[in-house]
């Protein structure tokens, strides 16, 4: 999941159009790219994920 649809996902369960979203240079040590897998989980324990990004951040954000 990128930064962008984050942002996105957020701003639809915050029933925002828009923030001042401000990009910026990349600082000295930032990740450029990062990339989950979750290949060795399914196989070896059986995970599989049941809950969307936005189900799970709308529980989180407005159940907490």
């Known amino acids: 999941t990128s930064i962008n649809r984050l942002v996105t996902v ?13 990009y910026c240079k990349a ?3 930032d990740i450029k ?8 989980a399914k ?3 059986g995970y599989n994920p049941k809950v969307s ?4 951040l709308r529980k989180l954000l407005l159940e907490s």
Request: proline fraction near 0%.
């Open 27 to 29: 600082r000295e040590g």
């Open 33 to 40: 790219h990062s990339v989950a897998d979750i290949s060795k």
């Open 10 to 22: 957020l701003l639809k369960i915050a029933n925002k159009e828009r923030l001042g979203i401000q």
């Open 53 to 56: 990004l936005e189900y799970g």
């Open 43 to 45: 196989k070896k324990l």
